[in-house]
C-alpha cells in the first residue's frame, strides 16, 4: 500500500485509511454510531444502506419474520447499483448495515474492491440494551431472533468493537485496524 494509492488517505502517525468502508455486523452493535464517530474525526460522508430496504423486507421486520434469500438478494442487487452512484459523488464514504450473508458481501467486494468491510461488534449484553432503547421496528426479541442468519466474516476480518461510548477511543481502535506505512 502506497501513499499514492487513491483508495487510501493518511491520517496521524502515518497510518492509511481506506477512502470507503462498509461497516456491517448485528443489529444494535453500532453501525450508526460508529459511522458518525468516524465520519467526524476523518471526514467520511456517511450512507445507511438500509434506506434500500425493500418493501417485502419491511413487512417481514414488522412480522417478525427473518428475511428469505430471495428479498436479500433483491435488496444487494439494489445496494451494489447504489454504491456504483455513490462512489462517484463521495471520495470518502462509510457504507454501513447489516450484510448478514457472507456471500452479499464478497459480491460487494468483488464489484467494488477498493472497500473495506469493517465487521462492528459489542458485546450480547449491550446490544440488547441498545436496542430496547432505541424505539425501533427492531425489538431485542427480533434482533436475537435474526441473530442465527448471521454468517461471520472471513477470520481474518478487520473486526472494530464497539463497547466504549467514548469517540476518541473508538476512532483509536478503527485507526489501529490498518497498518503503517
Not at 456491517?24 to 434506506?51: M, T
Not at 452512484?85 to 474492491?113: F, V
Request: glycine share 4%.
Amino acid at each position: 500500500m502506497n501513499s499514492c494509492d487513491s483508495s487510501y488517505f493518511t491520517v496521524e502517525d502515518g497510518y492509511h485509511l481506506p477512502s470507503v468502508v462498509f461497516l456491517f455486523g448485528f443489529a444494535g452493535a453500532g453501525k450508526n454510531f460508529c459511522a458518525e464517530v468516524l465520519a467526524r474525526r476523518f471526514r467520511y460522508e456517511i450512507y445507511d444502506l438500509d434506506h434500500h430496504i425493500t418493501p417485502a423486507m419491511r413487512t417481514a421486520i414488522a412480522e417478525g419474520q427473518s428475511f428469505t434469500d430471495e428479498m436479500r438478494d433483491e435488496f444487494f442487487a439494489v445496494v451494489r447499483s447504489e454504491i456504483a452512484e455513490l462512489l462517484q459523488r463521495y471520495p470518502r464514504l462509510i457504507l454501513h448495515q447489516g450484510a448478514y450473508k457472507e456471500r452479499h458481501r464478497i459480491a460487494i467486494r468483488s464489484a467494488y474492491p477498493a472497500i473495506e468491510f469493517v465487521w462492528v461488534t459489542a458485546p450480547q449484553e449491550m446490544i440488547v440494551q441498545r436496542l430496547m432503547q432505541r424505539g425501533t421496528p427492531v425489538s431485542a426479541e427480533y434482533a436475537a431472533a435474526i441473530a442465527k442468519n448471521f454468517e461471520p466474516p472471513e477470520p481474518l476480518a478487520k473486526a472494530l468493537v464497539n463497547d466504549t461510548s467514548c469517540e476518541q477511543e473508538l476512532a483509536m481502535r478503527f485507526v489501529s485496524l490498518f497498518k503503517k506505512t
